[in-house]
């Protein structure tokens, strides 16, 4: 794998979840290529319940804007709500 680097974080709402694999090829279609890295970092709420905040890296050459409108079709086609935030200025 070549570099990456931090392109957007997410949270899922409503208590959705989705696994390393299944987000992984998310996120491959998204920037339409297969160098992509996905983690998961967890802490606990205020109210005790974990708090799942995930980081989509990517090739630092793709263009952002063009990803983020992907991504966001993509979690809509897979009925998830997520709270997105991009990691790159437009």
């Known amino acids: 794998m070549r570099h990456s680097v931090p392109l957007f974080l997410f ?7 989705i696994g390393p694999t299944a987000l ?10 297969s160098d992509v890295v996905v983690s998961r970092e967890t802490r606990d709420s ?22 983020e409108g992907r991504l966001r079709r993509l979690f809509a086609e897979a009925a998830l709500t997520p709270t997105i935030t991009p990691m790159h200025r437009a």
Not at 11 to 17: T, Y
Not at 51 to 67: D, E, F, M, Q, R
């Open 11 to 17: 949270r899922l709402n409503n208590g959705q979840s």
């Open 46 to 67: 205020a109210l005790g319940a974990p708090i799942h905040t995930y980081t989509l890296s990517g090739p630092a050459n793709v263009n952002v804007l063009n990803i």
């Open 24 to 33: 992984r090829r998310l996120w491959s279609d998204a920037c339409g290529t």
